[in-house]
């Protein structure tokens, strides 16, 4: 069974901190590996999908990485807009569905 | 581009009445799409999985005779949570995935807010 693993939890920064998140798996063989934003009350927001270990993609202060066992996703120099909850989804090659991890809240504070 | 829709996103419905949620792909066609619920500060998960014209497939434990999907075209998908239960309440969300293409991205709704009281 797949299974998804993000930590930390929580995490709050000051504005102009960098940090990173993590996500752990483990998957039969992986599709692909998806990094998704959420807004309390909204639904998720795309922001990457990786494929192979050893990808990189960037999307304005967010960057994420691929290994063959976790992802991390680096936010650099971040701002109170990017207070969210960040989750992180993983695709096994066998179906069409995703599996989520429980997601890092993060807080920005100016 | 990539925009879904849910259509409510917010009910309030009485214990014992059925309530029906509607996704939208408004600017591609989507050959799957996918039902989710979330409660409060969890993660998502899936429901069931419905394909264009085909039965739903349902995660284990979910009712199917109680959450209905019908997925009648390629822009939308339907779920009617039949004889609602205070239980019941929650965030149900919505995802497509775009037909014809290489890419596995699934686009999300907004969302639905359901309360039954």
């Known amino acids: 069974e797949d299974q998804v693993t993000q930590s930390p939890e929580a995490l709050r920064l000051q504005e102009g901190e960098s940090s990173s998140l993590n996500c752990s798996y483990t998957v039969s063989g992986l599709r692909g590996l998806f990094w998704y934003r959420q807004d309390p009350g909204k639904g998720p927001e795309f922001l990457f999908t990786?494929?192979?270990a050893g990808e990189e993609k960037e999307k304005e202060r967010l960057k994420a990485t691929l290994t063959k066992k976790e992802s991390f996703l680096h936010i650099t120099a971040p701002k109170p807009e990017d207070s969210a909850t960040y989750l992180c989804?993983?695709?096994?090659?066998?179906?069409?569905?995703?599996?989520f991890g429980g997601g890092t809240r993060v807080l920005v504070k100016p | 581009g990539a925009v879904v829709s849910q259509h409510p996103s917010r009910v309030i419905c009485k214990s014992g009445t059925s309530v029906k949620i509607e996704c939208r792909s408004l600017d591609f066609q989507a050959t799957t799409m996918f039902w989710y619920r979330q409660f409060p500060k969890q993660s998502l998960m899936l429901m069931a999985t419905s394909n264009e014209g085909s039965k739903a497939t349902y995660e284990q434990g979910v009712e199917k005779d109680k959450f209905l999907i019908n997925h009648a075209s390629l822009t939308l998908s339907t779920l009617t949570v039949t004889s609602a239960h205070p239980e019941d309440s929650s965030f149900y969300i919505c995802?497509?995935?775009?037909?014809?293409?290489?890419?596995?991205?699934?686009?999300f709704g907004p969302g639905t807010r359901l309360t039954v009281t």
């Open positions: 989804a993983v695709q096994e090659t066998a179906g069409n569905k995703l599996t």
């Open positions: 990786l494929y192979s």
């Open positions: 995802s497509a995935r775009a037909a014809g293409t290489a890419n596995y991205e699934q686009y």
